[in-house]
């Protein structure tokens, strides 16, 4: 079917509308108009869902229905009052709304509002930051908490066997989730960017004759690491430490700033070797990851006579650290 024709008619039919409006009202009085219409619009839009929507409602209602009655039934001392009305609105309006006319100063003072810029943050680097807090709340808590950050490999058949959710990640949702007795907070919840995907997950178990001391929790940290490669942060319910577990190994006892600054490396980083497992990640040497022991104090020893007050680097799969029970 040929649709150029119709196409040429419709654009003809648009032209002569416009030259026939623009030769009416002139070019001035249509800009002029557009200019008032979307003035309205921007106004109307700062007050939508507020109660000042409704304000407005109400003004429009009231002065539409005393003007038709007015006119219909020539009321002249209620068109009196109409017509009286309407300049007082002048020093009303600015008391009414208050609110919403301060804010749309802001918005056209504030450069940023009206020209899009970069965030300052990556998203990478919020993501670490509020898992982080949260750890850091459910330690301080003693809440017992395991949460599987999804990375390349998809982790859909796991998240099939827990509740699904579809949650923006918040410290706030996880206290939620992981608080005592609560029905989801034994099992893991999966993360995927910023969002959670599922909850009270279960999770496969390590094998690995490192983590024969552990509790259940670490070992499922550490055996969807060994699956996947993602992420897996734990909080001890017994001892209200924070562990990273990442390519089947584990570090322990993470502070906040500590676990924020290694989830923001381990976050960036995405290569993978040919078997589909994590690479040694590049810019990791000073937390102590993937590499012998022997490398490992030798970093801890250059560091620690570099600068005094630098925390001892983190340790995956350290055999001879304490066990964690929980």
């Given amino acids: 079917m040929d649709l150029a024709a119709p196409i040429e008619r419709a654009l003809s039919l648009l032209q002569s509308i ?16 557009l200019i008032v219409a979307l003035l309205l619009y921007w106004l109307l839009s700062l007050i939508a869902g507020t109660s000042a929507a409704t304000l407005v409602r109400g003004m429009l209602i009231l002065l539409t229905l005393g003007f038709v009655l007015s006119n ?28 919403e006319i301060r804010r749309a100063l802001e918005q056209l003072g504030r450069a940023g509002s009206l020209i899009p810029r970069t965030a300052t943050t990556s998203s990478n680097t919020r993501l670490a930051e509020t898992i982080a807090r949260g750890a850091q709340q459910l330690a301080g808590r003693r809440f017992g908490a395991l949460l599987v950050i999804e990375r390349s490999t998809p982790l859909g058949e796991f998240a099939s066997n827990g509740v699904a959710m579809d949650a923006l ?10 608080w005592p007795n609560s029905p989801l907070h034994d099992g893991a ?3 995927h960017g910023d ?3 599922a909850a009270g997950v279960v999770l496969p178990l390590s094998n690995s004759p490192i983590v024969e001391h552990m509790g259940t929790r ?23 430490t924070i562990s990273l577990a990442n390519a089947g190994r584990m570090v322990r006892n993470l502070g906040e700033a500590r676990l924020q600054k290694v989830l923001s490396i381990l976050d960036r980083s995405t290569g ?4 589909g497992r994590p690479t040694h990640l590049p810019g990791l040497s000073g937390f102590g990851i993937g590499r012998g022991r022997d ?3 030798k970093a801890q020893d250059t560091r620690q006579k570099g600068d005094d007050s630098e925390p001892t680097p983190p340790d995956f799969g350290n055999p001879h650290a304490p066990a964690i029970l929980d």
């Fill in 195 to 197: 969002r959670v995907v």
């Fill in 189 to 191: 919840v999966i993360i």
């Fill in 72 to 99: 219909v039934f020539n009321l002249q001392m209620l068109q009196f009052l109409l017509r009286n009305s309407i300049p007082a609105l002048i020093f009303v309006i600015p008391v009414l709304f208050a609110p």
């Fill in 272 to 275: 993978l070797s040919t078997n």
């Fill in 18 to 33: 416009w030259l026939t409006v623009a030769g009416r009202f002139g070019v001035s009085a249509i800009l002029d108009i």
């Fill in 218 to 240: 670490h070992r499922a940290g550490i055996g969807i690491t060994e699956l996947s490669d993602a992420i897996a942060v734990v909080v001890s319910e017994e001892t209200g």
């Fill in 169 to 178: 990640l918040s410290p706030e949702l996880l206290l939620n989730i992981f």
């Fill in 295 to 297: 490398s490992r104090e």
